[in-house]
């Protein structure tokens, strides 16, 4: 397996790369002077400084390979790419190459060099899109405001968020009303208003005046605290194209080894004029090409990329598995309510048997403005500003609705079981109606209704038509009653759709697609999705602020609840993959002719070289590609 020259040291601002790698470049000055002596001035040096100069260049740059090497030949692995290098380039100097063998180490390191950086951007890359929780919090302690570490914050304190600063704790907003930019959270920086006693989470930018917040969890504990760490674990987590590249490395080493030994001894029974140091030569080429760090540092820096590109658009993978596991999804599965839909009434409907709908929304209001139930409160907020009846003697009849008296009427806000509760004769044919309906009655007579239904997302149809058109089979399963389920599948487009459902219908359901032979990605964000989120192939959990056992048993999580985001994260796989296997492609391709080559005598150390660095910094540079695509 390639594995990294951890002895390498990494720049940082105190250290600039120059002084970190002064002995790389040292070697390097040294390599191309005594190459511009030989070559460019036609000088030759003294046999003694030439060999003192390049033993010296050598040193410079290979000493952390050859102490690497050794350690691991004492642990008995010699099948590495450090003993590899040491072999081929002291192998060099037994046959008076020099500077190849110079050239070849010193090349090397660059490459490793180069190999290490570009992992450690990623890494960071990744760590940085997150890891932005402030180091210090306001906090009110007996009237005084102090500035305190947030992870010796209580639950219960109050804390300020001035403006322009990050909320360093999840808690309940106190102020009256406050604006926040939510892009670490959700990808998306538009300003998202929040009220007293909305949710807060730490990371959100308070973009207004000077916030209070009460808290209502540890540092430890907070959303953002939770999905640094699903992001660092996610790199941890490798892919099976990581795992089979590892594997592969194990046993492409020691047949690399063997080839070249018989590359040198089978030449000696087969060709007349056998010369021991010019087959030696083309067995160190053929041990120089071979090595497989293009291969086994590219790929790992691949997923990183993935990773790091789904992390810049709001959605978290797992680990580089599921970022293959996506690629191969035909079937997505979606839950309704927060998925699909906004989980937001409105009022669709108003219906007066008189005619006058504006004085029946009125009576309604005025009722339902004293009910906290989430379609009370969608026909409260309908059109605000235009109800000002006021409802007296408020009697909720439970299960039915509420009886006010308004303006001197006898009012009745509800469902059918209220009117039949009353003895009120109504139409049979609103039973059909697919939304959820109030019923008003106004002096013991039916009056007319309002229906009500969940918003789709904007989005939702273009997702669902997007979806098909690549040759996805889309299905929702939801909990609400069949006849809505219906309708929301029919405007969308779906293939699919199943109401009245438990969570265990839902997993009954997805189960037999599995057992079909599909590939299923399911999309939820409620707790009871929790159990088919974790029998699906790919589990996405839709709202880094949702339920949390969805989030914790999901594959992908998308922050800010938008369906499109699943095409994004399809999308984001199959970009991964493509430049992993271009990478794979290229490099075993360059390496098996340059190998071909070496072993027949055309191409030198310094081909062998080129071929091996260049094909590294190809790979690096093609997997740095990800980075910056856009989804």
Not at 69 to 74: D, L, S, T, V
Not at 148 to 160: D, F, M, Y
């Amino acid at each position: 397996m390639c594995e990294h020259n951890h002895e390498h040291s990494h720049p940082t601002k105190e250290n600039p790369w120059w002084i970190t790698q002064r002995k790389l470049l040292a070697a390097l000055i040294i390599l191309i002077a005594l190459l511009l002596f030989k070559y460019a001035f036609g000088i030759d040096l003294p046999f003694g400084v030439m060999l003192l100069f390049n033993i010296a260049a050598y040193l410079l740059a290979g000493i952390p390979v050859i102490q690497m090497a050794a350690r691991k030949a004492i642990r008995g692995d010699i099948f590495n790419e450090f003993f590899l290098m040491t072999v081929a380039t002291l192998g060099a100097f037994a046959i008076g190459e020099f500077e190849e063998g110079v050239a070849v180490m010193v090349f090397y390191q660059i490459g490793e060099w180069f190999q290490d950086t570009a992992v450690d951007n990623a890494k960071k890359s990744i760590k940085s899109l997150l890891d932005i929780r402030p180091d210090s919090v306001t906090v009110v302690r007996s009237g005084q405001q102090q500035q305190v570490n947030p992870k010796n914050v209580a639950i219960g304190e109050t804390i300020l968020v001035k403006a322009g600063e990050k909320v360093a704790l999840d808690g309940k907003l106190i102020t009256q009303r406050a604006a926040f930019n939510t892009a670490a959270l959700t990808g998306e920086s538009k300003p998202d208003t929040k009220y007293a006693g909305d949710t807060v989470f730490a990371g959100m930018i308070n973009l207004e005046t000077v916030s209070e917040v009460e808290v209502s969890s540890t540092f430890a504990d907070s959303k953002l605290s939770k999905i640094l760490e699903m992001v660092q674990d996610a790199t941890a987590r490798k892919s099976k194209t990581q795992l089979f590249i590892s594997r592969f490395a194990k046993i492409y080493v020691p047949i690399i080894f063997g080839l070249a030994l018989m590359v040198l001894i089978i030449p000696f029974f087969v060709v007349d004029d056998y010369s021991f140091k010019e087959w030696f030569y083309r067995s160190l080429v053929f041990l120089v090409i071979s090595c497989p760090c293009a291969l086994v540092v590219s790929i790992p820096l691949g997923y990183f990329g993935g990773i790091g590109l789904a992390s810049r658009n709001g959605i978290l993978f797992k680990g580089g598995n599921f970022l293959d596991a996506i690629t191969k999804v035909d079937t997505v599965v979606m839950d309704k309510t927060g998925t699909l839909t906004e989980g937001v009434f409105e009022v669709k409907e108003i219906y007066a048997v008189n005619g006058n709908e504006s004085e029946l929304l009125n009576y309604a209001q005025a009722v339902e403005s004293n009910s906290t139930h989430p379609i009370a409160k969608a026909i409260t907020n309908y059109q605000p500003g235009q109800h000002f009846y006021k409802a007296e003697d408020i009697k909720e009849i439970a299960g039915r609705g509420l009886e006010a008296s308004v303006n001197g009427k006898d009012i009745l806000v509800g469902n059918s079981k209220l009117l039949d509760k009353f003895n009120i004769v109504y139409p049979n044919d609103i039973k059909q109606i697919v939304y959820s309906i109030v019923l008003i009655a106004i002096e013991h007579r039916y009056a007319g209704y309002i229906t009500v239904a969940d918003r789709n997302k904007s989005d939702a149809k273009d997702v669902i038509k997007a979806m098909r058109a690549q040759g996805l089979y889309t299905v929702m399963l939801s909990g609400d009653k069949t006849a809505v389920v219906d309708e929301v599948a029919r405007e969308l487009g779906l293939d699919k759709a199943y109401g009245d459902l438990l969570p265990e219908d839902k997993v009954s359901h997805v189960q037999q697609l599995i057992d079909q032979g599909k590939n299923v990605a399911f999309a939820g964000d409620g707790v009871n999705d929790a159990p088919v989120v974790a029998l699906a192939q790919v589990g996405i959990a839709m709202g880094g602020l949702g339920a949390d056992a969805t989030i914790e048993t999901a594959d992908v999580v998308i922050q800010n609840d938008e369906p499109y985001k699943i095409l994004s994260a399809i999308k984001i796989g199959k970009i991964t993959r493509d430049i992993v296997w271009q990478n794979v492609l290229l490099a075993m391709g360059i390496k098996i002719i340059v190998l071909v080559l070496g072993a027949g005598g055309v191409a030198t150390l310094w081909e062998a070289v080129i071929a091996d660095v260049g094909v590294a910094l190809l790979a690096i540079l093609n997997a740095i590609r990800i980075q910056h695509k856009s989804v």
